[in-house]
């Protein structure tokens, strides 16, 4: 048997020993966001939400002492209303978010940036609406963006996917006796491993969030001009595509394009033009 064969079954071990299964999560909409995904039993959906629930109180808590907790009035209000539309359409790809407790706030940051953990807490910076300047319809790409990763609960499969990761590692570094290449073989592994699956991410979340801001009345094109927006602000500083977790900006223009096509027909059901 060689190395690369005793290795792999050591990590496949690994793998069956985390508890891996193949779930879908959402259901794939107009879109067709159909990948399986492989969740390690050992992180549960609700122990991952309940922590994310104690991170985001204590973020709040934090934003609010520093006096950058909905600091505009109109800003959170604007975020606010456009989210709490997006909202309503969460069930078209899972149903029992329609129950999350969803809540939405805005940090005062020069960051160009946006989140939303899991179980829906949703909190965009002041620095991506004061450098970007998105029309509502941009800001709705962004913000059903972020809650796409949710909804496909991309926090639980990279966690799974790391905690096996480490355990295959750990099983190899204690069989083999070569713990000194550890911290080499867990960077190939991120490579390998969590890289690809970071830019597929990226890439159902856009096309989600497309959807969703289409049957919530926003027109599904402005994805592409938000990305474009990006792209002009990051010039220069972007790296090539194959060394990203995200998508080049040609490639990202070209499947928004695509999906917004595909789901035009669900802005003008919503009232769009």
């Not at 913000?143 to 790391?162: F, N, Y």
Request: with cysteine; glycine share 8%.
């Amino acid at each position: 048997m060689t190395r690369r064969v005793f290795a792999a079954g050591l990590i496949a071990a690994a793998v069956t020993l985390g508890g891996c299964a193949a779930v879908q999560t959402t259901d794939s909409g107009t879109v067709g966001v159909d990948r399986k995904q492989y969740m390690s039993g050992m992180v549960s959906e609700a122990a991952l939400q309940q922590e994310a629930n104690q991170q985001y109180t204590t973020l709040l808590a934090q934003a609010k002492a520093q006096g950058a907790l909905d600091r505009n009035a109109a800003q959170t209000k604007r975020v606010q209303a456009i989210s709490q539309r997006l909202i309503k359409q969460v069930g078209a790809f899972r149903p029992d978010a329609a129950n999350w407790n969803w809540d939405v706030h805005v940090l005062s940051s020069d960051e160009v940036n946006a989140w939303c953990m899991p179980g829906g807490k949703i909190a965009v910076y002041t620095g991506l609406i004061d450098k970007i300047k998105p029309t509502d319809a941009e800001l709705a790409a962004v913000i059903g963006h972020e809650m796409a990763h949710a909804l496909r609960e991309h926090a639980r499969e990279q966690v799974s996917q790391q905690m096996v990761t480490d355990m295959g590692l750990s099983v190899l570094s204690a069989v083999t006796g070569i713990g000194a290449t550890a911290d080499l073989g867990g960077a190939l592994s991120k490579v390998m491993f969590t890289l690809p699956n970071s830019r597929t991410h990226e890439t159902e979340a856009d096309r989600i969030g497309v959807e969703l801001a289409a049957r919530a009345g926003y027109d599904p094109r402005a994805a592409v001009t938000l990305w474009q927006k990006m792209g002009a602000l990051s010039a220069g500083s972007a790296p090539p595509e194959f060394l990203s977790t995200h998508p080049s900006a040609a490639s990202r223009s070209s499947d928004l394009t695509e999906a917004a096509n595909k789901v035009m027909p669900l802005y003008q059901k919503a009232g769009g033009k």
